[in-house]
């Protein structure tokens, strides 16, 4: 069964949020490198680092320090009907170590090249190990995955990729909505930031959730349309989102017309702050 998830490019709050989205971004940097190698696209949000020497070490080490930096407020380690991903009797040390070992025959085994391939040739118990990372209710069948929702499993979640343009980032069955993803420009990706700097997690996911709904923006490539991605078409979509506030002002509360109508308008006064184009 395929589900539809949201979920957010940036976490929890104040100083454990600029942290871990340091950490976000290095596991961006590390895997896109790894995907450049086999020709895929990663995070365009992201510079791309002129030495790539020792990759696999960095696939380890950003791993790790992204881990231990969104454990305990991501991860439960209590095993029973209402987590159905976690293994029994298993700590955050071992899926620490038990992922990183997956990662690692990944990069040395073309897993990024032939993902469904690689993910054919895993234990019960490492499939079991990738379910947890990626909080699946399911247990994995590779069997039927596209190369996208398979190429996921093997890139911690706030590295994984929209490899097909189609919007959703899709993991395993499921697909997931998320802003900023891979394909969101560094300069709207900067003015999202700013303007959701000071937002509850709760806030920041209501505008996740806007900012996907507007589907009336794409962008054609060789004849499909896509979600649009260009700065630009974020400035419309921010003001679309404006406009639509106006129009039905009479009958939205006064305190959320207020709310949503400072949020874009932040966000478009940071599009155009940083005076690029497409």
């Given at each position: 069964?395929?589900?539809?998830t949201p979920?957010?490019?940036s976490l929890p ?5 600029n ?11 590390v895997?896109?490198?790894?995907l450049r190698?086999?020709g895929r696209?990663?995070y ?11 990759l ?5 080490s950003s791993?790790?320090a992204?881990?231990?930096?969104v ?11 209402e987590?159905p991903s976690?293994?029994e009797g298993?700590?955050a040390?071992?899926l620490?170590?038990d992922y ?6 990944a990069y040395r085994?073309?897993?990024y090249?032939?993902p ?6 895993l ?5 079991k190990?990738?379910?947890?990372v990626?909080?699946l209710?399911d247990s ?9 929702a398979?190429?996921n499993?093997l890139?911690?979640?706030a590295?994984?990729?929209d ?17 900023p993803?891979s ?5 709207v990706?900067d ?8 937002l509850?997690e709760?806030?920041k996911l209501?505008?996740?959730?806007q ?6 923006i ?6 499909y349309?896509?979600?649009?991605v260009s700065?630009d ?8 989102w404006?406009e ?9 509360p ?23 184009t497409?």
């Amino acid at each position: 069964m395929t589900s539809i998830t949201p979920l957010m490019g940036s976490l929890p709050s104040t100083r454990a949020v600029n942290n871990e989205t340091t950490t976000e971004k290095d596991l961006q940097t590390v895997f896109s490198a790894v995907l450049r190698e086999v020709g895929r696209d990663g995070y365009a949000s992201v510079e791309t680092s002129a030495d790539e020497s020792e990759l696999e070490g960095r696939i380890g080490s950003s791993w790790e320090a992204w881990f231990e930096q969104v454990s305990n407020t991501r991860y439960t380690f209590v095993a029973g009907a209402e987590s159905p991903s976690v293994r029994e009797g298993k700590t955050a040390e071992d899926l620490k170590r038990d992922y990183k070992a997956i990662l690692s025959r990944a990069y040395r085994e073309s897993g990024y090249q032939a993902p469904l391939a690689f993910l054919q040739n895993l234990s019960p118990e490492e499939l079991k190990t990738v379910q947890q990372v990626q909080h699946l209710a399911d247990s994995i069948q590779p069997t039927g995955l596209s190369e996208e929702a398979a190429l996921n499993l093997l890139i911690p979640p706030a590295a994984q990729v929209d490899s097909n343009a189609d919007g959703f980032t899709s993991v395993g069955r499921a697909q997931t909505v998320r802003f900023p993803d891979s394909r969101t420009p560094a300069k709207v990706r900067d003015a999202w930031e700013e303007a959701t700097a000071s937002l509850t997690e709760g806030d920041k996911l209501m505008y996740v959730l806007q900012i996907s709904r507007i589907g009336l923006i794409t962008e054609t490539e060789n004849d499909y349309p896509t979600p649009a991605v260009s700065v630009d078409s974020f400035e419309q979509k921010a003001n679309q989102w404006l406009e639509y506030l106006d129009y039905f002002k009479a009958q939205i509360p006064l305190e959320q017309y207020e709310r949503d109508h400072r949020f874009w308008t932040e966000f478009r006064t940071a599009l155009q702050r940083e005076d690029v184009t497409q």
